[in-house]
T-cell receptor, first 113, second 113 residues
Framework: GENVEQHPSTLSVQEGDSAVIKCTYS??????FPWYKQELGKRPQLIID?????GEKKDQRIAVTLNKTAKHFSLHITETQPEDSAVYFC????????????FGQGTTLQVKP | DVKVTQSSRYLVKRTGEKVFLECVQD?????MFWYRQDPGLGLRLIYF???????EKGDIPEGYSVSREKKERFSLILESASTNQTSMYLC????????????FGSGTRLTVV
């Protein structure tokens, strides 16, 4: 089955710097790749997603890139702010109509003021 | 506007007890999922359901079962709780095709003593 690896496990940046989180997946037929942000004590929230027919997607300060050949995708956060501090999860959706997601291990991002 | 509700935020149970975790969604979603979240391991899929009375095993189903008698309700059952099932349990729902990704519940922190 699908397996998703996420790196790094922790990331500390200065406010204003960029942050990049990377994920690889194993099933080349996976077709949907969302990113979730989980603030302390709260539920994960979808922040951006990308489908397999798109190479890049941007939404203000966040962007996601997908390299289907290499089977990896990345989250880019520019001009980081303290409120970006959270745990970020990537996920991949294997083919089929079940809609299940396989998640990475998570990255704890700390943005220092 | 809470749309996925988990019945308990915190739960403490004894080893060997039968435990029921309830999840209700009001978005008429077909798909529902149970994950457990452990530090460094991310979110791991226990069971999921893509229709009433339909269920499929995820990656870590051992020691768990599920019930989906009505579309809006998906229950996770720990047949005989053990200390290694101490974890945060997250329920989620989605529509086919992942148009809007998952909506997560707020989680149930289960401690088995």
């Amino acid at each position: 089955g699908e397996n998703v690896e996420q790196h790094p496990s922790t990331l500390s940046v200065q406010e204003g710097d960029s942050a990049v989180i990377k994920c690889t997946y194993s099933d080349s037929a996976s077709n949907y790749f969302p990113w979730y942000k989980q603030e302390l004590g709260k539920r994960p929230q979808l922040i951006i997603d990308i489908r397999s027919n798109v190479g890049e997607k941007k939404d203000q300060r966040i962007a996601v890139t997908l390299n289907k050949t290499a089977k990896h995708f990345s989250l880019h956060i520019t001009e980081t702010q303290p409120e970006d501090s959270a745990v970020y999860f990537c996920a991949a959706s294997p083919p089929g109509n079940t809609g299940k997601l396989i998640f990475g291990q998570g990255t704890t991002l700390q943005v220092k003021p | 506007d809470v749309k996925v509700t988990q019945s308990s935020r915190y739960l403490v149970k004894r080893t060997g007890e039968k435990v029921f975790l309830e999840c209700v969604q009001d978005m008429d979603h077909e798909n529902m999922f149970w994950y457990r979240q452990d530090p460094g391991l991310g979110l791991r899929l226990i069971y999921f359901s893509y229709d009433v009375k339909m269920k499929e095993k995820g990656d870590i189903p051992e020691g768990y079962s599920v019930s989906r008698e009505k579309k809006e309700r998906f229950s996770l059952i720990l047949e005989s709780a053990s200390t290694n099932q101490t974890s945060m349990y997250l329920c989620a729902s989605s529509t086919p095709g992942q148009r809007y990704g998952y909506t997560f519940g707020s989680g149930t922190r289960l401690t088995v003593v």
